[in-house]
C-alpha cells in the first residue's frame, strides 16, 4: 500500500520535533506547514485526517487540530 504523499511528509515533519511537548510539538509542526506548504496539499492533509487517521502520528493530527481552527 503507497502512503499519499501528505501523510508522509507530515510524518516526516513530526518526527524533526518528538523531542518536544506535545503542545509544542503540534504547534511547531502546524506552523511548518502552514508557511512551506501549497493550500492545496493543507487541504488534502486535513481532508484525509478527517476521514481515515490510520497511519498518522498522533503529533500530525493535533497539527490538523490547530490548522483546522486558523482556516
Known amino acids: 500500500m503507497t502512503v499519499p504523499p501528505q501523510i508522509r511528509l507530515a510524518?516526516?515533519?513530526?518526527?524533526?520535533?518528538?523531542?518536544?511537548?506535545?503542545?509544542?510539538?503540534?504547534?511547531?509542526?502546524?506552523?511548518?506547514?502552514?508557511?512551506?506548504?501549497?493550500?492545496?496539499?493543507?487541504?488534502?492533509?486535513?481532508?484525509?485526517?478527517?476521514t481515515d487517521t490510520a497511519g498518522l502520528d498522533p503529533l500530525v493530527l493535533d497539527a490538523v487540530r490547530l490548522l483546522k481552527k486558523l482556516a
Open 11 to 50: 510524518n516526516e515533519i513530526a518526527i524533526q520535533f518528538h523531542h518536544r511537548s506535545p503542545d509544542e510539538a503540534a504547534d511547531a509542526i502546524a506552523n511548518h506547514i502552514r508557511m512551506f506548504w501549497d493550500p492545496r496539499m493543507r487541504s488534502e492533509l486535513i481532508a484525509r485526517a478527517e
